[in-house]
T-cell receptor
Framework: DTAVSQTPKYLVTQMGNDKSIKCEQN?????MYWYKQDSKKFLKIMFS???????INETVPNRFSPKSPDKAHLNLHINSLELGDSAVYFC?????????????FGSGTRLTVV | QKEVEQDPGPLSVPEGAIVSLNCTYS??????FMWYRQYSRKGPELLMY????GNKEDGRFTAQVDKSSKYISLFIRDSQPSDSATYLC??????????FGAGTRLTVKP
């Protein structure tokens, strides 16, 4: 069973479209994250949710809106897509207070905006 | 200054070499230190974890943390072509808010 699963794996779309990425974890973790990885492999935190509550909201355009219906799911909706949004988006989960477990990452969603 | 600095490389070594990867950081509140390995087109996976200062060894991998110098290292002994990947250092304070280095791309040539 996949611990952190993201869908879709690949997403190619035109500028101006709205798209969503879904994430689910079956590890029982209480915190989930969205990271953006650019072409230089730099991982940048976008959002973090703990038990459905937003706890980290980095400087991200408000075209990006996360939603956590329950602590096992964290979705990312992107409005009015731009060329610069092309990147790999990773979902991750962790258990607060268990730093030794680190983060468990999904396999990523490769978004290409044309 | 970035919170976590890591030389992106690329780093290319022959098979069997000892590899040394390093990161420096500026936030003295960091106490959990990790190394992630990321293969091409895959998500990062936790490779090594160290709490506070000290060394930790796991097979061919050794992680070192020097909090006084704000410097962490990962050593890979007897490197193999299968070790070719991007290695990311990561660290967090008590709140699990993890910050990543830029990643070092390593190639081990047969």
């Amino acid at each position: 069973d996949t611990a952190v699963s993201q869908t879709p794996k690949y997403l190619v779309t035109q500028m101006g479209n709205d798209k969503s990425i879904k994430c689910e974890q079956n590890l029982g973790h209480d915190t989930m994250y969205w990271y953006k990885q650019d072409s230089k492999k730099f991982l940048k935190i976008m959002f973090s949710y703990n038990n459905k509550e937003l706890i980290i909201n980095e400087t991200v355009p408000n075209r990006f809106s996360p939603k956590s219906p329950d602590k096992a799911h964290l979705n990312l909706h992107i409005n009015s897509l731009e060329l610069g949004d092309s990147a790999v988006y990773f979902c991750a989960s962790s258990q607060v207070g268990r730093g030794d477990y680190g983060y468990t990452f999904g396999s990523g969603t490769r978004l290409t905006v044309v | 200054q970035k919170e976590v600095e890591q030389d992106p490389g690329p780093l290319s070594v022959p098979e069997g070499a000892i590899v040394s990867l390093n990161c420096t950081y500026s936030n003295s509140a960091f106490q959990y230190f990790m190394w992630y390995r990321q293969y091409s087109r895959k998500g990062p996976e936790l490779l090594m974890y160290t709490y506070s200062s000290g060394n930790k060894e796991d097979g061919r991998f050794t992680a070192q943390v020097d909090k006084s110098s704000k410097y962490i290292s990962l050593f890979i002994r007897d490197s193999q072509p299968s070790d070719s990947a991007t290695y990311l250092c990561a660290m967090s304070a008590w709140n699990n808010d993890m910050r990543f280095g830029a990643g070092t791309r390593l190639t081990v040539k047969p």
